[in-house]
């Protein structure tokens, strides 16, 4: 379940280089582990998606981070919100950084809102070593 971690920092940071608090961790797995229900997908595909694996294209799977990117508020109808992100994100990577990988990512659209969120996982996961 760190997977949920992980997305609650999209979108794609490592657990291990975050300080998040025991009740953002807590609120990441609740919204996770209701995600996972809410969507169909198994753990094992949560956790490929977790490290960086993308060969899993599931529907379901993109659906999931769609689901979580929206609970955490970083995404509402398929649209990123930049200054949730950055103010959620800023005070534990540096604003800085966070604004390099936004104006990498950021402007990412895919076929649909599931797609986009997954897009955007995909993105961070790639240059989360820059947050």
Do not use: W
Request: proline letters at 2%; charged letters at 20%; glycine letters at 6%.
């Amino acid at each position: 379940m760190k997977f949920l971690i992980v997305l609650f920092a999209l979108v794609a940071l490592a657990v291990a280089e975050l300080q998040l608090s025991d009740e953002q961790k807590a609120t990441a797995h609740a919204n996770g582990a209701l995600c996972l229900q809410q969507e169909g997908i198994t753990k094992d595909q949560a956790m490929a998606l977790r490290s960086g694996n993308f060969e899993d294209t599931d529907p379901k799977v993109k659906c999931f981070a769609n689901c979580f990117l929206e609970k955490t508020g970083f995404l509402v109808d398929g649209q990123i919100k930049p200054d949730v992100v950055l103010a959620k994100l800023g005070p534990i990577a540096g604003e800085d950084n966070v604004k390099t990988v936004q104006a990498k990512c950021d402007s990412l659209k895919g076929a649909d809102n599931c797609d986009t969120a997954y897009q955007l996982y995909q993105c961070y996961q790639k240059h989360h070593s820059q947050i």
